[in-house]
């Protein structure tokens, strides 16, 4: 089984939905991020959460909301979804008590919004 | 503010030749360096993590050098092959534990 998964892996929706992107891991890491990535742009940074009680903005949080509901899980939501945010969004974990600090991504969620 | 750019944004050889991607990073207080690949439409996969005090690191046909003080390191391939086509991503970290910071990539294709 993957060590960082997420659902739904493909998701068509309208302009104005709610939609929540979810991410679980079974790697044990305290850290967890969410990028976007757009093509040309390479990824960037939405949010991060170093634990349960600690989430943090990244380059491009507007438009976007999180919640760690445990330390294995991390879910993205759009209020209300609007065409630029179309992407490939990603999940990833850390473990700061790692020397290497590296970072393991998930297989990714494509979003189309119309 | 860091920024990441690699060079060549695309790259194009025949099955067999030693290629060379690169990075440059702006800022050169990192804790680490990531090389990834990523095949069309997927996620990514982890080539290589150079820590802030290495030169370099090999897997297999891949090795990745880092001079930080120059604020650039490279991920040569040895013998390439049709498999490796994908695109390779350069990331940095700033601090242990933070995000990383992405380059664009570079879309490496080898023909048979």
């Known amino acids: 089984d993957a060590d960082v998964t997420q659902t739904p892996r493909n998701r068509i929706t309208k302009t104005g939905k709610r939609i929540m992107l979810e991410c679980s891991q079974t790697k044990g890491h305290d850290r967890m991020y969410w990028y976007r990535q757009d093509p040309g742009l390479g990824l960037r940074l939405i949010y991060y959460?170093?634990?349960?009680?600690?989430?943090n903005k990244g380059e491009i949080s507007d438009g976007y909301s999180v919640s760690r509901q445990a330390q294995a899980k991390f879910s993205l939501s759009l209020e209300s979804a609007i065409p630029n945010q179309t992407a490939l969004y990603f999940c990833a974990t850390s473990d700061l008590s790692s020397s290497y600090n590296e970072q393991f991504f998930g297989p990714g969620t494509r979003l189309t919004v119309l | 503010k860091q920024e990441v750019t690699q060079i060549p944004a695309a790259l194009s050889v025949p099955e067999g030749e030693n290629l060379v991607l690169n990075c440059s990073f702006t800022d050169s207080a990192i804790y680490n360096l990531q090389w990834f690949r990523q095949d069309p439409g997927k996620g990514l996969t982890s080539l290589l993590l150079?820590?802030?005090?290495?030169r370099e690191q090999t897997s297999g046909r891949l090795n990745a050098s880092l001079d930080k003080s120059s604020g650039r390191s490279t991920l040569y391939i040895a013998a390439s092959q049709p498999g490796d086509s994908a695109t390779y991503l350069c990331?940095?970290?700033?601090?242990?534990?933070?995000?990383?910071?992405f380059g664009k990539g570079t879309t490496l294709s080898v023909s048979s």
């Open positions: 150079i820590q802030s005090s290495q």
């Open positions: 990331a940095v970290r700033g601090q242990a534990g933070t995000a990383l910071i």
């Open positions: 959460s170093f634990d349960v009680k600690d989430i």
